[in-house]
């Protein structure tokens, strides 16, 4: 994404947070994101949303995705998932402000398709304060305004299966806290459909 495209996506970012997010503490986590690398950093270092912008892209991406899913007939009626639109906003466009300021822009060696090696950008993972990936931002979030048990259960465990943690826990927890799958669930969709 080029800047003007960051800055519309930043917009369109700070919109549905000033409009969704109005619990003591909002101003100041946006304060913070602006003070970091949020709205410039990439997702990930070589895979989804590797380029500027990236991670704030991804953000908003799962937030449309958790919407689409949690107004599903399904998850309304059956699995009875009621969630504020605050709350969807919190876990969806914060789950990941565990990455800001961690992505160092470097370069990595590729063969182009002759197999001559070129020097491409990429970015190398630097994580200063290694305090796990969902743990980590539920720690960051919960410095500036506080989390319900469950938005801190979604963002904790949005990694799902695909994460570090013992698998028998990640189960227990997407059927204790619904919220949990609903996320991990937009993350995937977002991560391996959209970007």
Same mark, same amino acid.
């Given at each position: 994404m080029n800047s003007q495209q960051i800055e519309a996506k930043k917009?369109?970012?700070?919109?549905?947070?000033?409009?969704?997010?109005?619990?003591?503490?909002?101003?100041s986590i946006l304060e913070y994101l602006e003070s970091t690398d949020f709205f410039r950093a990439p997702a990930s270092t070589r895979f989804h949303g590797s380029h500027p912008g990236g991670l704030l892209l991804h953000? @908003?991406? #799962?937030?449309?995705?958790?919407?689409?899913? @949690?107004?599903?007939?399904?998850?309304?009626?059956?699995y009875r998932m009621d969630y504020s639109?605050?709350? #969807?906003?919190?876990?969806?466009?914060?789950?990941?402000?565990?990455?800001?300021?961690?992505?160092?822009?470097?370069?990595?060696n590729v063969k182009d398709?002759?197999?001559?090696?070129?020097?491409v950008p990429s970015y190398d993972f630097?994580?200063?304060?290694p305090y796990g990936h969902g743990e980590k931002s539920v720690y960051i979030i919960n410095g500036y305004m506080r989390l319900s048990r469950?938005?801190?259960?979604?963002?904790?465990?949005?990694m799902g299966f695909s994460g570090l943690e013992d698998k028998n826990t990640?189960?227990?927890?997407?059927?204790?806290?619904?919220?949990?799958?609903?996320?991990?669930?937009?993350d995937m969709e977002a991560t391996y459909y959209l970007e």
């Open positions: 917009e369109e970012f700070e919109k549905i947070f000033t409009e969704n997010i109005t619990r003591e503490g909002a101003g953000s @908003l991406n #799962v937030y449309y995705c958790l919407k689409d899913y @949690l107004a599903r007939e399904r998850a309304k009626e059956l639109d605050e709350t #969807v906003a919190v876990v969806s466009l914060l789950h990941d402000v565990c990455k800001a300021n961690v992505y160092k822009e470097s370069f990595r398709e002759n197999g001559v090696w070129q020097k630097d994580d200063r304060m469950e938005e801190a259960f979604a963002i904790r465990y949005h990640v189960g227990r927890v997407m059927e204790m806290f619904p919220l949990a799958f609903a996320l991990c669930t937009a």
